[in-house]
């Protein structure tokens, strides 16, 4: 069980930088703006969504990352792929 939870510790260590990164992009653009109107909203939206979707996609991207370690790991270990325990 501990090296499940060990072996996912980047994942989610990028999932809190990501997500408090996320946070203070969104004060800085708008949180620090109560007054402003829609339409200057707007392109701030627009640049917190392109963020949010980058950062989902380098979160997707070090979860494979990381799977693709625990997987060269355990080959290098047992030498046979047939005993790998399979997530279905």
Known sequence: MMDLVISYLP???VLVVLGAFLWGMH????GR???MG???KFPRQLVLLESVILFALANTLAA?????C?????KRRSGNW???PTLI
């Open 11 to 13: 994942f989610l260590g």
């Open 27 to 30: 004060w800085f653009l708008i």
């Open 33 to 35: 703006h109560p007054d």
């Open 38 to 40: 829609n339409e200057r």
């Open 64 to 68: 494979f990352l990381n799977a693709g």
């Open 70 to 74: 625990s997987i060269r790991k355990y």
């Open 82 to 84: 047939s005993r790998f």
